[in-house]
């Protein structure tokens, strides 16, 4: 069993920052692929980012490129989501995810889920 607890989460105005942590317990995270959603009120859980186990592999939904950036630390059972130039739109709660596997995965089949951190956005 593979808990996620993220963190990071709080209000920011428009053009700031924020890092979210995804801490993982056990000891098989290092081969792990893990992946950040995110879902606004009224809306579905949507894909965010994702990075492979060994983090050589990195994606993006088309909205967040350029702006956000998915990393992690093995030796730290930890990924990462940097988000600068944020806009309201991604005001929403961002969950972290994690499946052993080799393959990213971008879409909703993932085994582990945390509870979420909410992040808000101010105009």
Request: hydrophobic fraction near 35%; aromatic fraction near 12%.
């Given at each position: ?60 939904q088309d909205s967040v ?22 806009k309201p739109e991604d ?10 596997t080799r393959v990213v ?19």
């Amino acid at each position: 069993q593979v808990q996620l607890v993220e963190s990071g989460g709080g209000l920011v105005q428009a053009g700031g920052s924020l890092r979210l942590s995804c801490a993982a317990s056990g000891r098989t995270f290092s081969s792990y692929a893990m992946g950040w959603f995110r879902q606004a009120p009224g809306k579905e859980r949507e894909f965010v980012a994702a990075i492979s186990w060994s983090g050589g592999s990195t994606y993006y939904q088309d909205s967040v490129k350029g702006r956000f950036t998915i990393s992690r630390s093995n030796a730290k059972n930890t990924v990462y989501l940097q988000m600068n130039s944020l806009k309201p739109e991604d005001t929403a709660v961002y969950y972290c995810a994690g499946k052993n596997t080799r393959v990213v995965i971008t879409t909703h089949d993932y085994v582990y889920w945390g509870q979420g951190t909410q992040v808000t956005v101010s105009s």
